[in-house]
Each structure stands twice: as structure tokens, then as C-alpha cells.
């Protein structure tokens, strides 16, 4: 995706959220991580740039968070027209935004490990990318439990728990199962780019 277009659809999508949001303090703690993500992306973008297919799915990634924070995830539209057709106990959106969690940084942690040769075997290589997006989710539940711990109720939108007693363990096991399910999808397309990403290089040399 060209960088142009990226950008304008983040900055769009980033101005609409936080237009009145449901709650400001949400949406502070929802969009920060697409914020940085930017930033990260923006700096290292000449010495080391993705694939097509990375800076896709961050985007998309960023996307959910922006819509999340400006709803509320416990609040979101169509997860709550979801809720009534299925009749759901909760608004599931908070799930999605798990799912890729795990989802998208299985896709950046498999393009670090393969470009910087961490590992060669494609056993190890899965295995490792399924314990680092488990361990990113790990943090994310500590994080929200320090939050809440030092802002209290004002938290509860951020949690999302919606009084689900499995919530923490639910929302590890929807990464889990992204990761799972990018690596199944992706891993061929993935080489694919990543061997055009290289190609000039190895020309260059």
C-alpha cells in the first residue's frame, strides 16, 4: 500500500475518532498503541522497510483501535446490532480487536524473525511467533489490569469485561487463534513479498 494513501486513511480515520468520542479517557488508551505504531512505522521506513502485505494489516489493525476507542468497545454499532440479531449476552467487538492482536503482530513478528535469520526451521519459526503474540496479549491483560487498578472505574470502558468472568482468558485465547489462523492464511504470500522485498538488495550486492 502506497505510503500516501496509508497515511490518509490513518489521519482520516484518526481526526473521525476523535471527534466526540464516547469517552475520552477510552479513546486516549484504544488509539495510543495505533499512535505508536505510526510513529514506529514512520521512522523506520527507509532502513527498514515491510511488505505490502505488513503495512496492510497494521493499517487494518490501527483501524480497529481507532473505531474502538471512539465507540467504546463495549458500545460499538454493528457489534451491537450483531448482539441483538444473535442475541448475544455482550458486544463482542472487544473480541475482534483480540483476534487481531494476535492476528497482525504474527505477521511482524514472522517478518523480524525471518529477515534478521533468528531461526531457519519453519517449525520453530511458527512456534516462536505463536509464544510472542501469546506474550504480547499476556502484557496487554497486565496492562489493563494496572490501569484499572490506578484509575478505577474510570477503567471500565478500556476493560470491556462486561461482566464476563472468562473475559481475560477469553480475549488471550481469540490471539491465539488469530496467530494461528495468519500463519495458515499468509505464510506463502508472506515469503513471496518478502523475497521481492530482498530481491534489490541481493542485486545491489
Avoid at 6 to 12: E, R, S, V
Avoid at 115 to 144: D, M, P, Q, T
Avoid at 151 to 158: I, L, V
Avoid at 188 to 202: C, G, T, V
Wanted: proline share 3%.
Amino acid at each position: 500500500m502506497r505510503t500516501i494513501a496509508w497515511a490518509t486513511i490513518f489521519l482520516a480515520t484518526l481526526v473521525w475518532s476523535a471527534i466526540a468520542p464516547s469517552d475520552s479517557f477510552t479513546w486516549f488508551l484504544e488509539v495510543l498503541p495505533a499512535l505508536i505504531g505510526a510513529g514506529m512505522l514512520l521512522a523506520t521506513r527507509r532502513r527498514f522497510p515491510l511488505t505490502p502485505l505488513l503495512y496492510g494489516l497494521i493499517l487494518v489493525h490501527c483501524l480497529i483501535l481507532m473505531r474502538g476507542g471512539h465507540y467504546t468497545y463495549a458500545e460499538e454499532p454493528f457489534f451491537n446490532w450483531l448482539k441483538e440479531m444473535f442475541g448475544w449476552s455482550r458486544n463482542n467487538y472487544d473480541k475482534l480487536g483480540h483476534f487481531a492482536q494476535g492476528f497482525i503482530p504474527a505477521m511482524v513478528a514472522r517478518e523480524i524473525l525471518l529477515r534478521k535469520a533468528v531461526v531457519s526451521g519453519r517449525g520453530w519459526l511458527n512456534f516462536l511467533v505463536v509464544c510472542v503474540c501469546l506474550a504480547i496479549s499476556a502484557f496487554y491483560e497486565l496492562l489493563e489490569w494496572w490501569v484499572a487498578a490506578l484509575s478505577g472505574t474510570a477503567a471500565d470502558a478500556f476493560l470491556a469485561t462486561q461482566g464476563y468472568v472468562w473475559d481475560t482468558q477469553s480475549d488471550m485465547a481469540w490471539a491465539l487463534l488469530g496467530a494461528i489462523l495468519a500463519l495458515l492464511m499468509f505464510a506463502k504470500i508472506h515469503d513471496h513479498q518478502l523475497a521481492e522485498l530482498q530481491r534489490p538488495a541481493r542485486n545491489e550486492g
